[in-house]
Nanobody, 116 residues
């Protein structure tokens, strides 16, 4: 059974930076596709960034050039480095893992609030 635990959220001023971390347990981490999603109040959960087993990345247009997703297979970790944060980035951020068999797992989420 795969489990995901996010950390690193918090309150940050506009223009600031945060790094989110997601620790995975269970299974063979290096074979999984990974991603970060976010859900703002009153809105549907939306893709932020994904990274494949081969390291190929994909970003939502709204975060391109500001956010960077990375993975450390040896540590079973996936990260989201966020820079130049805007108030519209405020949301609960969720870590996602998809196995080779297309089973999807989610973490519990971490709140990111961008406000002065």
């Amino acid at each position: 059974q795969v489990q995901l635990v996010e950390s690193g959220g918090g309150l940050v001023q506009p223009g600031g930076s945060l790094r989110l971390s997601c620790a995975a347990s269970g299974g063979i981490f290096s074979t999984y596709s990974l991603g970060w999603y976010r859900q703002a109040p009153g809105k549907a959960r939306a893709l932020v960034a994904t990274i494949t087993t081969g390291g190929r990345t994909n970003y939502a247009d709204s975060v391109k050039g500001r956010f960077t997703i990375s993975r450390e297979n040896a540590e079973n970790m996936v990260y989201l480095q966020m820079a130049s944060l805007k108030p519209e980035d405020t949301a609960v951020y969720y870590c996602n893992l998809v196995t080779f068999g297309a089973t999807s797992y989610w973490g519990q989420g971490t709140q990111v609030t961008v406000s002065s």
